[in-house]
């Protein structure tokens, strides 16, 4: 490599915005020896840099990239760009009422942080090399104690493998049982990821209407009895977070039990349930073994840690195992260790606990600023749980311009309608509250749109919105 190609480099990470002003660059012996080339090679394209005002040296504090330096934005022209454009919607927008985020000011980071620490300096070199590809052991303890005690299943911890969440659990358990024409019916309404993996992996994907009850079970016998895979999120449906009533519950079992069908359970957010009635998972019920139940930490801890598991029906363990090694790698051992830590040492049913409460405050709070700053525009069918609320549209189906709108002043909500596959659909805004702190917050963020939502439906003072 010659000199030019060096400079070229350089000038092109400047421009693109990757190399930032102020920043550092590597001294000259140093990446002499990294790109393999002659100290001259490098000094010469560092001097061009100089002399060009793209890099400064600063003698014994090394060479910087100029901080004094003026580009045009680029990369942030790009990036405004991106955000306006009508994108679908992405498991990483940024914005309030995200869907689906815990809590971030209510977890016990310094807990966390001090397990963290701990288990970090105490890994010990024979752990260091390969993780278990089904889990690490004590975490697949730990997860099967919590589930038999807090979701009413009766597992082994060799039942559990863990993954790295919803969409790797249904890539394995296709992977592993399917055939590929397979018939896979999924909710509808049903998660958009979901829906969007499906159709890639699942050529035969068939939709079922949900209702007050959840998934609508006479429709599947009527029209898809001969599916082989039925998805369903029966403790919270996902978006219209009702529960799957105990006759269809058993209705689905049966289903599945006469025509050896599978029944995967995405049990994402059961831990938070409000009412005195508990609602125990589906697969509590599972006499015969048809389901297979899945679950993640995402929604208890935190999405970023990737950290979600699947119970194997107890014939099928020997099926997974053997394909798991041929496709899985196992998840880094560090943070497995450190959340078996976190369960075993009753942290995370204390925070389940708090959490539990805590929700249903902020459910609440949200709830009563909507209704104040919007309170003809929306209507609601309260259920028992869940982190996320539906605000149907009352008399109109203009849900997806409201979200784009809403989302542009970083509400990062998700119209209704886009949830559904076929007709009819319904209206309305998928809202996260989670990390509402209070009415009056929620209030604030809510003014942000409230004219141009008013502007919207033209309708001046007709939604009885606020003007204050
Ligand atoms: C319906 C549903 N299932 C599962 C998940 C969990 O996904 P993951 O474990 O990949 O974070 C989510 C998260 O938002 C969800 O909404």
Redesign the pocket.
């Known amino acids: 490599m010659g000199y030019k190609e060096i400079y070229r480099r350089y000038r092109q990470q400047i421009l693109d915005g990757r190399l930032k002003p102020g920043e550092r660059v590597p001294a000259i012996r140093v990446l002499a020896s990294e790109l393999q080339v002659a100290r001259k090679t490098v000094e010469a394209a560092y001097e061009i840099l100089t002399g060009e005002g793209y890099f400064v040296s600063q003698g014994a504090k090394g060479t910087h990239v100029n901080p004094d330096l003026q580009l045009p934005s680029v990369a942030s022209v790009a990036t405004s760009e991106l955000i306006l454009a009508p994108s679908p919607p992405s498991?990483e927008s940024k914005g309030e009422l995200r869907?689906?985020i815990p809590a971030l000011d209510a977890f016990p980071h310094k807990k966390w942080l001090l397990l963290a620490g701990k288990i970090a300096r105490s890994l010990r070199p024979e752990e260091m090399v390969v993780p278990p590809v089904m889990g690490y052991q004590p975490l697949r303890e730990a997860i099967a104690n919590y589930l038999n005690i807090s979701r009413g299943l009766n597992c082994k911890p060799g039942q559990i493998f863990i993954t790295?969440?919803?969409?790797?659990?249904l890539q394995l358990i296709l992977s592993v049982l399917a055939q590929p024409n397979d018939k896979v019916v999924f909710e509808d309404p049903g998660?958009f990821?979901?829906q969007r993996l499906l159709k890639h992996i699942a050529p035969s994907l068939h939709y079922v209407p949900v209702d007050q009850q959840g998934m609508d079970i006479d429709y599947l016998q009527r029209n898809h009895a001969d599916a082989r895979f039925a998805i369903v999120?029966p403790t919270h449906q996902?978006p219209l977070a009702v529960s799957l009533s105990l006759p269809r519950k058993h209705q689905l079992l049966e289903w599945a039990q006469q025509n050896n069908s599978w029944v995967i359970e995405?049990d994402?957010?059961g831990e938070f349930h409000y009412t005195r009635k508990v609602t125990p998972a589906l697969k509590s019920l599972d006499i015969h073994e048809r389901v297979i139940y899945?679950g993640?930490?995402?929604?208890t801890i935190m999405?970023a840690m990737?950290i979600?598991y699947l119970v194997m029906p107890l014939a099928t363990v020997g099926r997974f195992s053997e394909l798991g090694q041929i496709l899985e790698t196992g998840l880094p051992l560090l943070p497995q260790k450190i959340l078996a830590q976190f369960i075993n040492e009753g942290h995370f049913y204390r925070h389940l606990k708090k959490m539990r409460i805590l929700y249903q405050q902020r459910r609440r709070m949200m709830l009563d600023a909507i209704q104040f700053m919007f309170p003809d525009l929306f209507e609601f069918e309260l259920t028992g749980g869940g982190m996320h609320i539906v605000a149907f549209l009352k008399c109109d189906r203009q849900d997806t311009a409201l979200a784009e709108l809403w989302r542009k002043h970083e509400l990062c909500v998700l119209p209704l309608s886009g949830w559904y596959a076929q007709q009819p659909k319904r209206y309305g805004l998928v809202i996260g509250y989670t990390n509402i702190q209070s009415v009056e917050q929620a209030q604030a963020i809510l003014q942000r749109v409230a004219e141009k939502t008013r502007c919207l439906f033209s309708d001046p003072g007709g939604m009885g919105i606020p003007t204050q």
């Not at 790295?164 to 659990?169: D, I, K, L, P, V």
């Not at 993640?296 to 929604?299: C, E, I, V, W």
């Open positions: 498991s869907l689906g790295n969440g919803y969409r790797a659990n998660y990821l979901g999120t996902s995405d994402y957010d899945t993640t930490f995402s929604k999405p990737r979600g």
